[in-house]
Every structure is written in structure tokens, then in C-alpha cells.
């Protein structure tokens, strides 16, 4: 075991090193949706269907903006390898072509996303909560824009190893959510109680905050100077690279678009069976959410160091990055599965419905028991990206969501009758087999690298 752990002792810490800023980073931007859920769950009136609202809003949001998200990650990577292999004219070329692809996928998401809004009742949802959902979605896709080029910056900056930039830019604009919620959904002075619509205009401004500090931040620090010079002809166009990002990017996209709308997919389903149910579907994954985020960030560290070991062409490198940050993963999840099962009925306590929070609470042991699953295929897929290999990955994915995860949650929540429990389990039996097949697949392309 000694041996074991000296093996992987400086892949660890480096891992650790990288991943901490970059995990704080992504729960950052998770809470500030946990932020939205805790503040409208807890409005004196109608917080169950403000609640059941934003989970579709936000379920159709991020099923399609995903895929732009995923996309620009992609590109720490790059930069990374683009920095071991002492290229730093490529790496600003790479920010550039990012640049390109953010206004590009923001405009396709964003299309998308109104054309699902505007037939949102082919859902077959509670119809009392139709122009709520609406509403909402047309705020916060709104911010589509400045929140991909946050990401795209972010990707620049984590790929260069300055992991902390958007680690602080993003608590700074959580801050800065709460506040603008706590203002705009309950009123403040002349400001008119908004109510849902309220948190979707605090989270239109803090990632518009967030885009201009980090474009500034990237722009005005010395950190970054010697990737920011001007790009000789040599180097590959914005658009051969633009097309490089988007051909590795939306596969990967659509990695994420696999698991999202499988969860997404038990949100209608809770729908089906109640409103109390699909509000308490909101409650749980929210906590979920922030330690898949955790988790994905780790596995964003483990590719940007694999990308590292794909510059200097060292297979042992890349095998040992991506093991420690599995196994990084693994310490991680697992005691965030015992805090979940634990203190299941606590952490559901902050809704005022009484029913909500006895489904919540059940829920969340569910999610307590997929935890280890979950966090071995997050980071998984980020470790695979290290490798640019995606396009096997993506159908993993789906057969994991789409062939085996949602006949499951249907089977079981609706034929056998286990109802929100069945769902859980379908959605457990789904992240286990994308573990599975992910980690093998990693090891399995790693070893057969320069072979």
C-alpha cells in the first residue's frame, strides 16, 4: 500500500494543486444555482411551483448549453500541450479560435433553446406553471453569451495552469448573486419583489460581471503577456483551429448533453407523478449537482496534466495523471456520500413544504449511494479529453443515459411502481455503466499510445 501511494504521492499533490482552484471554481457556479433554489424554495408564496419551474428552465438550459460549455473546455487542454511543447504563439491563436467558437455556439444554443421554450407543452407539464417557466428561460438565456465567453477565458487561463483566476472572479459574482437575489425576488425599497423572475435577473448580471473581470483580468496581467504577443503566419488560423476545438468539442459536448438530459429526462418524469415530487427532485439534485461540478474538476485538472504528458509524448505521465486524479475522484465522492447519507433529512430541511422535504430527503440517500459512480465517470471524461479522445466516449454516453439510464428510471418508477425512487435507481444503474466503460477506455487508449 506504502508503495502504492509513493507512486502516485507527487501526481497527487500536483493534481490537487491544479484541481483545488478549478473545483472551487465549478461548485462556485453551481451554487449559484443552489443560491436561486435555497432563496425561491424559501418565498412565503408559491415557492413549490416557483421551484418546479425552475427545473425546467434550467433542465432545458443547461440540456442544450452544455453542449457550448463542454465544447470550450476542451481547449485547457490544448493550451496545456500547446505550453509544455514551448508554443506560445498557438496558445493565443487557441484563445482566439475559442473566442470564435463561444459566439458561435452561443447563438446556436441560444436558438434552440427559445424553439424548446416556445413548445415547452410538448413536456406534458403541470400547465399552472407554463408562463412561469417561460419567463424565466427567456432571462437567463439571456446570459448565454457573456457566460460562454467567461468559459472560453477560463479555459485559457486553467490550460496555462493560472487555475485561480477563475476561481476568484467566480466567488466574487456568487457573492454578488446572492445579494442581487435576496434584493430582486423579495424587494428592496423601490424595487419591486420579482419573485422567480428575480433570481433570473441576478444571474443575468453576475455572469455578465463575470465575463468583463476575466477579460480584463486576461488582458492586464503580466501572467499572461508571454501568450497575448502578436502570432507570426506560421501558426494555424483562427478558423483551422476554430475547427479543430468544435471537432473535438462537440462530441464531448454531447457527452455532457447524454447525462444532462437523462436527468433532465427524470425531471419530466417526476412531473408525471406530482408537483411535490418534481420540486424535491430540484431540492436533491441541487446537492448532486455541486459535488458532480467538484468532480468534474478534478477531472478538468487530470486532462489538463494528461494534455501535459501528450506534449512531452510520456505515456507513464499521462497513465499517473489520470490515476491520481481518479483516485483523487474517488476520496472526494466518497465522503461526500457519507455526508449525504448522514444528514439526508438536514440538508432537505430549507424548504417550507413539509412534503417536499420528506421527498428531498429520501432522494438525497439515493444520491449519496450513486456518488462514487458518479465522480469515476466526471472525471473519466475529463481525463479521455486530455487524450482528445472523444468520439468513442460519446457513445458510451449515450448508451449509459439514454439505452440503459432512462428505460430503467421509466421501468422502474412507472411499471414496477417505485415512483421517485425507481427514477433514482434508474439513474444510479446509468452511472455505473458509464464508469465502468470510461475508465476502462481510458486506460485502455493510454497504454497503446506511440505503441
Known amino acids: 500500500m506504502n508503495t502504492f501511494l509513493n507512486r502516485y504521492k507527487s501526481d497527487f499533490k500536483a493534481t490537487f494543486n491544479l484541481a483545488l482552484p478549478i473545483i472551487t471554481a465549478q461548485v462556485g457556479v453551481m451554487l449559484m444555482g443552489f443560491a436561486d433554489t435555497v432563496q425561491v424554495g424559501r418565498m412565503a408564496h408559491g415557492s413549490v411551483q416557483a421551484l418546479a419551474a425552475a427545473a425546467d428552465a434550467n433542465g432545458i438550459f443547461f440540456n442544450i448549453a452544455i453542449i457550448g460549455y463542454i465544447c470550450l473546455q476542451v481547449v485547457a487542454p490544448l493550451v496545456s500541450s500547446a505550453q509544455s511543447a514551448e508554443k506560445p504563439e498557438e496558445c493565443h491563436q487557441l484563445l482566439r ?91 428592496w425599497g423601490q424595487i419591486p419583489a420579482l419573485g422567480l423572475n428575480g433570481a433570473g435577473y441576478a444571474t443575468l448580471i453576475s455572469r455578465i460581471y463575470m465575463a468583463i473581470a476575466i477579460i480584463g483580468y486576461t488582458y492586464k496581467s503580466s501572467l499572461f503577456k508571454p501568450y497575448l504577443t502578436e502570432v507570426s503566419d506560421k501558426i494555424d488560423s483562427v478558423k483551422t483551429l476554430s475547427i479543430k476545438i ?30 411535490p415530487h418534481k420540486a424535491a427532485h430540484q431540492v436533491a439534485i441541487g446537492f448532486v449537482s455541486m459535488t458532480f461540478m467538484a468532480a468534474t474538476g478534478i477531472g478538468a485538472a487530470g486532462g489538463i496534466r494528461v494534455g501535459s504528458g501528450m506534449g512531452e509524448k510520456n505515456r507513464k505521465a499521462i497513465i499517473n495523471a489520470g490515476t491520481s486524479a481518479l483516485l483523487m475522484g474517488l476520496i472526494f465522492m466518497g465522503t461526500c456520500s457519507v455526508i449525504f447519507l448522514i444528514f439526508n433529512d438536514f440538508l432537505a430541511s430549507y424548504v417550507k413544504d413539509d412534503q417536499v422535504v420528506e421527498l428531498a430527503a429520501e432522494l438525497i440517500i439515493w444520491g449519496g449511494i450513486f456518488q462514487l459512480f458518479d465522480g469515476v465517470q466526471a472525471v473519466s471524461v475529463g481525463i479521455l479529453r486530455g487524450i482528445a479522445d472523444v468520439n468513442v466516449p460519446t457513445v458510451i454516453t449515450f448508451i449509459a443515459y439514454w439505452v440503459v439510464g432512462l428505460p430503467m428510471c421509466y421501468f422502474l418508477g412507472f411499471v414496477l411502481d417505485l415512483k421517485h425512487i425507481g427514477i433514482w435507481i434508474g439513474l444510479t444503474s446509468s452511472l455505473f455503466v458509464s464508469a465502468s466503460l470510461l475508465s476502462w477506455r481510458f486506460y485502455a487508449k493510454s497504454n497503446k499510445l506511440w505503441h
Open 97 to 187: 479560435a475559442s473566442l470564435a467558437v463561444s459566439l458561435i455556439m452561443s447563438c446556436i444554443c441560444a436558438i434552440l433553446i427559445v424553439l424548446f421554450g416556445l413548445n415547452i407543452e410538448l413536456l406534458k407539464q403541470p400547465i399552472e406553471i407554463k408562463s412561469m417557466t417561460q419567463e424565466y428561460l427567456w432571462i437567463i438565456t439571456a446570459s448565454i453569451f457573456p457566460s460562454f465567453l467567461f468559459s472560453a477565458f477560463k479555459s485559457f487561463t486553467d490550460g496555462l495552469s493560472q487555475t485561480k483566476v477563475a476561481m476568484q472572479i467566480t466567488i466574487s459574482a456568487l457573492i454578488l448573486n446572492v445579494v442581487l437575489n435576496h434584493v430582486l425576488i423579495n424587494g
Open 246 to 275: 468544435m471537432k473535438l468539442g462537440i462530441p464531448s459536448g454531447f457527452q455532457g448533453f447524454s447525462e444532462v438530459a437523462a436527468f433532465y429526462g427524470a425531471v419530466v418524469m417526476m412531473g408525471w407523478i406530482s408537483l
